[in-house]
């Protein structure tokens, strides 16, 4: 089975701070990995997606993470932070089986003016 | 309008009645799911289903029924609604088999047990 752990439940950055949020993941499979955010009383909206290829993908507003086998992670991160990337982010892993998706507990990002 | 909605947005319901949550998306996607949000626990799967008349259960599907007649309807029913059943729940859809497909989710609905 696989499963998904997002390190700390909040996460404080100032405006143009770098932002890193971290995803562990758990697969018997070559992992399939995404991240998605959500803004307040929205549904989840993709960032950014792993599947094959280019270890270091780039998604919408200026975020990107990286695959990294050997540490089992797929850490997402942003050079510079803007006060409208206040949301909560969630990483998930593809269930090869039911093409559902295992998600993590998400991380909520609190952008400091 | 195209895409995936939810009915109602807001629901309030009392212990034991039955509720039904609406599902619609209009790409035609064969593949259809039903999450709930918890604070704490994500996004969990409750029942999916990969194409009409076909379903199957998640990782949390007691209390919970689904259907699925025609492709771009999946409702949720919950048969006798209990308190640890107040959460947000959303749908979604994709597009197949690939596994690089991207799952779209409706806006949600807060259903509230009192």
């Known amino acids: 089975a696989q499963s998904v752990t997002q390190l700390g439940s909040h996460v404080s950055v100032s405006e143009g701070a770098l932002v890193l949020l971290r995803c562990n993941y758990s697969s018997s499979v070559p992992p399939y990995l995404f991240w998605y955010v959500q803004y307040p009383n929205q549904g989840l909206q993709l960032l950014l997606k792993?599947?094959?290829?280019?270890?270091l993908v780039k998604g919408i507003n200026g975020f990107e993470a990286e695959f990294k086998k050997s540490e089992t992670s797929f850490h997402l991160t942003k050079p510079s932070a803007h006060m409208s990337d206040a949301a909560e982010y969630f990483c998930?892993?593809?269930?090869?089986?039911?093409?559902?998706?295992?998600f993590g507990s998400g991380t909520r990002l609190q952008v400091q003016p | 309008d195209a895409g995936i909605t939810q009915s109602p947005r807001y629901k309030i319901t009392e212990t034991g009645r039955q509720v039904t949550l609406m599902c619609h998306q209009t790409w035609s996607h064969s593949y259809m799911f039903w999450y709930r949000q918890d604070l704490g626990h994500g996004l969990r799967l409750i029942y999916y289903?990969?194409?009409?008349?076909?379903?199957d259960k998640g990782e949390v599907p007691d209390g919970y029924v689904v259907s699925r007649s025609k492709t771009e309807n999946f409702p949720l029913t919950l048969e006798s609604a209990t308190r640890s059943q107040t959460s947000v729940y959303f749908c979604?859809?994709?597009?197949?088999?690939?596994?690089?497909?991207?799952?779209?989710f409706g806006p949600g609905t807060r259903l509230t047990v009192l």
């Open positions: 289903s990969a194409a009409a008349d076909i379903t």
């Open positions: 979604a859809s994709r597009e197949g088999e690939r596994r690089n497909n991207e799952q779209f």
């Open positions: 792993y599947t094959t290829g280019a270890t």
């Open positions: 998930a892993v593809m269930d090869t089986g039911r093409r559902a998706l295992t």
